[in-house]
DNA sequence: CGATAAACGAGACGGTACGTCGCGTCTTCTG
DNA sequence: CAGAAGACGCGACGTACCGTCTCGTTTATCG
């Protein structure tokens, strides 16, 4: 179904099932992108419910069949416009080799061009809230619920800098939001539940030590 | 809109704004309830999507009227449903005070109750993959985007272990996580961009400071 | 369940069953006619169908909890109502009595006032046409259903009178006009099928003689 | 809006406002036909309120889109069927001709088959009186405002029998019949007012002549 | 004169049908 | 045959009305 193979890689393979006959018009390779960039972008405008397939036809100057003769279904071709989206994230090949790994992290997500990184942004965004209009939703989970909860952490953090139990300069806000990331990211992305076993090893291994280590390498402050 | 201001704190009935006419027949307040737990239970059961509207009316016994004259839309619905769930996340009058800060944030997320904790987080899976067939772009999303971006991470890490660079026992698969989480919880829920400077901090800050330390305090185990 | 006789004859009729008890407080009577009334306006203004409960509460400046009090739904209301409108047409006590029996029928439809019969006729027509925006339909039956039968019927009446069978001077047009009406009647509100022995009697008893005899006694015109 | 001229004549498809673009799937004619059909007879079966869009869709075998695609409203529906219903009711051109008025009026109203007019019959009841349950209405209507003014309009013609001023057989039931009909054909469906001049031109030209004519020609007997 | 009981106005409530919109499929014409 | 256009079957949405109910208030009779 994903035609993203055939996108990322220029290589022909050959269709081995269901290869188009011989005869009758060819399929224009151009309206897999047409099509692909239509649904980014309406994604990034309207966001997930919003993008209707009329919607993503227009705008790829197309029609319906041919979209679905592509795609199984709407979600299908969001999978794959994802996908696609994020072709330039996995060259493993061309890694980055600066000799530090702050700097070979960063250098990482250097992105194509800066509005190409906007529109990424804005396509997370619109699938996450899911509708564009709504998503005030996102607004009350990041403010009740996750709000609430990073700020009963951070007065325990605070706490915990009094007593000298962690480092007077740790990143309170910046741990409670990990915190919360990890939470949000386990949950609706990876569909597991943040149980108290990962919980405590995201202390254990990361949290914990960052906040007992006293020094800031680089001395970078906060946006 | 929000009817959770009530639900929550059963004081400030002042009302300046569009209050309950004294004449007529009051609303009746455990039908605000009854609809919030059976949208919760029906998120949880079937997803964002397959809620519909019929179905919660029914679940509450009660008409769509009389969810409408409540709340102005299904999203609505789900907002203000969202936000009761979490109501008691906030409590940051009766904090934990254990001694030690680990065990205080790891008391923090002490449940009420067992089931009130597994429909939490089924809650929150309805949502993110909004469609209880449409998980697999959740899938999509980690496996191919956070997924490619996660193994290049990793392999940088690993480089900085052999070079000596950070800590050999360091936490390398959770540090990528944290920071794929990190990504997907600043631009889906925070509805900001997930920048160069953002990034920094977070491995200035957290995560570099946790690679470098050396020790596991606590021994515990990856699930 | 009827209001109507009491509003008509000021008789009080004691009450056998379900009297109202003796204490408590009386039932205002003026808001029986107030609300037909109301009902008669809103059913002359309006319509049937647009005609709301809430619409008719309003206009008699009550509730619905007092309409339903006296009748025990929409359609009785508009039953009362319409009796009640015509309370007047039944006196048969003191019928006219010129001498000409075209006199005494006329004489019998003398209306009260100008506006009491306008308004009559806007009642039923909002009756008929269920709809006051939609008495388009009672225009697409009279013109599609009934006007090509009275089409057909002139003819075959223009064609007798070519060749001598009924009077010169016959009524044409207001024959067939008859023959619908009578046909409508007898399906819509006396709820009978119009058979063909129903229609030879009309044509044997009324129409026939009328056609046949060559007077026209008093001279009037169409209008 | 209105379909009934396409189905009625198969011709003048010129179709110069808003025709059907040439390209993109044609509407499905037969899918006109089945839903008036399907309309016609939820209509004679459960009457116009109890005939429901979702009825009619699921006896047409089809969605309620494809229903609005064609009529804006289930008013514009109802009316057009009423008009297929009666399209054959107009044919000019095959006019009886057996030599007797009497015959060829009766003639006219054979209908094409016996269960075409049964349903035609209950369609118009299922009109008339809006709702099954609320047949009660006609009843009203023609017990107590026209069945009081009937009975008047009895005793007036009985005096002028017995004063000789009119025909010792007059169908005097049948007239005061006929005066009802006019009188709702024309305010229900004509939506005109039944005023003076209207009713002394059917005395004058119609139902005295009859009255004084003293023969009953064909000497048929009421049902 | 205060208690009791019912009517009243307002409006919430459960239910049902409406008319709209989007998905994924099917059909028609054009290249 | 693929492409562009758009009709089709389905199902959920949000609205409106019916007839019922529950409030708090007003009006009447009874103890």
């Not at 018009?25 to 692909?36: E, F, G, H, P, V």
């Not at 649904?39 to 309207?46: G, S």
Request: with cysteine; glycine share 6%.
């Amino acid at each position: 179904m994903s035609k993203i193979k055939k996108l990322a890689s220029k290589k022909n393979e050959t269709k081995p099932l269901s290869r188009p006959s011989a005869v009758g018009r060819k399929r224009d390779d151009s309206l897999d992108s047409a099509i692909i960039e239509a649904a980014l972008n309406a994604l990034a405008e309207v966001g997930f419910d919003r993008m209707t397939m009329d919607l993503v036809a227009a705008k790829a100057k197309t029609g319906k069949a041919s979209m679905y003769r592509r795609w199984s279904s709407k979600t299908e071709l969001v999978r794959d416009a994802l996908v696609f989206m994020n072709r330039h994230s996995v060259e493993l090949t061309e890694l980055p080799d600066t000799g530090s790994i702050r700097n070979d992290l960063l250098a990482l997500v250097k992105p194509k061009s800066a509005e190409q990184s906007e529109r990424k942004m804005r396509v997370l965004a619109g699938l996450g809230s899911f509708f564009a209009e709504y998503r005030k939703i996102s607004e009350d989970i990041s403010t009740h619920i996750f709000g609430g909860w990073e700020k009963a952490n951070a007065q325990l953090l605070t706490r915990a800098i009094e007593r000298g139990e962690i480092s007077k300069s740790a990143d309170v806000e910046g741990t409670c939001q990990v915190i919360s990331a990890m939470t949000a990211y386990t949950t609706t992305l990876l569909l597991k539940t943040f149980d108290k076993t990962t919980y405590a090893n995201l202390l254990d291994n990361i949290l914990l030590p960052a906040l007992r280590s006293g020094t800031k390498p680089s001395g970078t402050k906060k946006a």
